[in-house]
């Protein structure tokens, strides 16, 4: 009956550690280029429409789309901290995540490209965050991740 008692606790202990270990692994980044990534640049008809400072953690501008609309193509680029894009090796892809779905969508043509299509759903404000992962599209973990971008869903005023 002491033993039982013991095992339990030694399983959770080891357990943990195990997760712990895991968890510090997936946090660093595995290949050079990762590690030279500073910030995001969001570009939209060859302008670029925000960006993100990975030092500070803050945005430059803002995404705006209509309901029911569509922007052009996003592309979505990664930036060492002068502001060039990093080349990125085949193993790396972009995860884009909405806060709120029912008010925008951003839709990628193939899953993990590096850029996509902002839908309006209904009038409000969502946010965003970009993060660029390493592995299986799907299934990777993330080598870099932006503070929320927002995004104005909204009637154009002619007025």
Known sequence: ???????LPFALLTAGILALAACEGATEPEEDHAEEVE?????LGGQTIASYDGDDGE??????????EETAHISVRFVDHNGAAVT????????????DESIAE????T?????????????GDTEITFS????AVGSGHADFVTAPLHI???EHDDG
């Open 1 to 7: 009956m002491k033993h039982s008692r013991l095992r």
């Open 39 to 43: 910030g995001v640049m969001l570009v």
């Open 59 to 68: 945005w430059s501008g803002e995404l705006e789309v209509e309901p029911g």
């Open 88 to 99: 990125l090796d085949e193993d790396y892809y972009l995860e884009a995540e909405v806060e």
């Open 106 to 109: 951003f839709e990628q043509d």
């Open 111 to 123: 899953p993990g490209e590096f850029g996509g299509h902002l839908h309006g759903q209904a009038e």
């Open 132 to 135: 660029l992962m390493h592995g």
């Open 152 to 154: 104005h869903v909204r």
